[in-house]
């Protein structure tokens, strides 16, 4: 099984209010291809408006595929899903049932909608599958809302972040195992979250920080960390990692108040060949782009997109040449396929309710197919294909 997540989700102890809801998460997002041993108690948290985070891409030229009409596809009734999560002493770990989702082969989008659990009145984001063509979507788990997050590669580690109740809400990082459900609260990282995986999986990139927020460096092995900005004094925070999709960048936001009154705001790039020294990279920063808003990667990994309402303004990295691409509505959630031939996006306001709901189109295409309908907001959260 292949996973591409997306972007677009909200961090819990994010500073930037003007922030859209998406992913970390979560993320996508966000792009990323991982084979997936088994579909198993597939569990991916992610919410809305992190401390910075949106992942996606840029147009590819001439797809060699293009989205399928759904056949009289009528809203279903979700179920209910399983409890979230709780966990509030740190490094301890615990385990959460996640329900086994069969599959058929074919090729997915995964998206996240918060609704009211049945019989306890809690609220969650509940995850699920629906075919990219269209038809009826399947539950695979849900979480905490408001929780960003990322998937590693071969989709064994999600990292996400969970607002501790006993410390006013304050977010910490978690890791839960697929297949298994164990839940692991990662020593000292109070007040981290945004969290993103690097498209090998061996570095989890981080916000932390509580008045000013800076990126750090995790391995996923020894939760060892290391600050990659420290720049309290000239940059206020630094958000959204987001890694390209060839490894070869990690990309953040610096925003300062997201006015653009600062020349310093805006998107900076780090060479990941200083990632093995972090005292190296600020030499290797460039920027910054012009963008205070969350922000997608391109799928050949040559331009990142700042999301603006309805439109993604693509920034060329080397050239800083500019392209857009265009939508009926607000896009809420962003997510490109694996093979970059066709995107998944959330719309706001696209159904007679008023809800944001998922669409799929051919990168170089721009007639829309809605795949979700029925009450509550939708957002993209990554591809799943199943062989």
Request: with cysteine.
């Given at each position: 099984m292949q996973i591409a997540r997306a972007k677009g989700e909200p961090e819990s102890g994010g500073s930037a209010g003007r922030m859209s809801r998406f992913r970390s998460v979560r993320c996508v997002g966000i792009w990323l291809a991982i084979m997936l041993p088994a579909l198993a108690g597939c569990g991916i948290p992610t919410d809305g408006q992190r401390n910075g985070e949106a992942q996606g891409t840029a147009p590819a030229a001439s797809p060699s595929a293009t989205p399928t009409a759904p056949s009289s596809l009528t809203p279903t009734k979700t179920p209910r899903p399983a409890p979230i999560p709780t966990l509030e002493s740190q490094g301890q770990t615990t385990s959460t049932a996640l329900p086994a989702a069969e599959l058929d082969a074919g090729t997915y989008v995964v998206y996240s909608v918060t609704q009211r659990e049945s019989p306890s009145g809690a609220i969650v984001d509940g995850y699920y599958a629906i075919p990219a063509e269209g038809g009826v979507p399947q539950y695979l788990f849900s979480l905490q809302p408001g929780s960003s997050s990322s998937l590693s590669l071969g989709g064994r580690l999600v990292a996400y972040t969970m607002s501790k109740v006993s410390l006013g809400g304050r977010p910490v990082l978690m890791l839960l195992e697929i297949g298994t459900g164990d839940i692991t609260e990662v020593p000292d990282s109070l007040d981290c979250g945004a969290p993103s995986w690097s498209p090998d999986g061996d570095q989890l990139a981080l916000v932390c920080g509580r008045s000013t927020k800076n990126i750090h460096?995790?391995?996923?092995?020894?939760?060892?960390?290391?600050?990659?900005?420290?720049?309290?004094e000239d940059y206020e925070n630094q958000l959204?990692?987001?890694?390209?999709?060839?490894?070869?960048?990690?990309?953040?936001?610096?925003?300062?108040?997201?006015?653009?009154?600062?020349?310093?705001?805006?998107?900076?790039?780090?060479?990941?060949?200083?990632?093995?020294?972090?005292?190296?990279?600020?030499?290797?920063?460039?920027?910054?782009?012009?963008?205070?808003?969350?922000?997608?990667?391109?799928?050949?990994?040559?331009a990142v997109g700042c999301v603006?309402?309805?439109?993604?303004?693509?920034?060329?990295?080397?050239?800083?040449?500019?392209?857009?691409?265009?939508?009926?509505?607000?896009?809420?959630?962003?997510?490109?396929?694996?093979?970059?031939?066709?995107?998944?996006?959330?719309?706001?306001?696209?159904?007679?309710?008023?809800?944001?709901?998922?669409?799929?189109?051919?990168?170089?295409?721009?007639?829309l197919t809605q795949i979700t309908h029925g009450e509550g907001d939708k957002y993209v959260r990554f591809w799943l294909v199943v062989p």
């Open positions: 460096l995790m391995s996923p092995v020894d939760h060892s960390r290391v600050p990659l900005t420290t720049w309290q959204s990692p987001e890694w390209s999709p060839d490894g070869e960048w990690l990309a953040f936001l610096n925003y300062i108040g997201g006015q653009r009154r600062d020349p310093r705001e805006g998107i900076y790039l780090i060479e990941s060949g200083c990632l093995a020294e972090p005292g190296s990279c600020r030499q290797a920063t460039h920027g910054p782009l012009d963008c205070v808003e969350w922000f997608v990667w391109s799928s050949d990994s040559k603006e309402g309805p439109n993604i303004r693509f920034i060329d990295i080397t050239t800083r040449q500019t392209w857009a691409m265009n939508f009926p509505r607000s896009v809420a959630g962003f997510a490109w396929s694996p093979s970059g031939e066709q995107l998944a996006v959330s719309l706001a306001g696209s159904s007679s309710g008023g809800y944001t709901d998922v669409f799929v189109r051919g990168a170089g295409d721009e007639a």
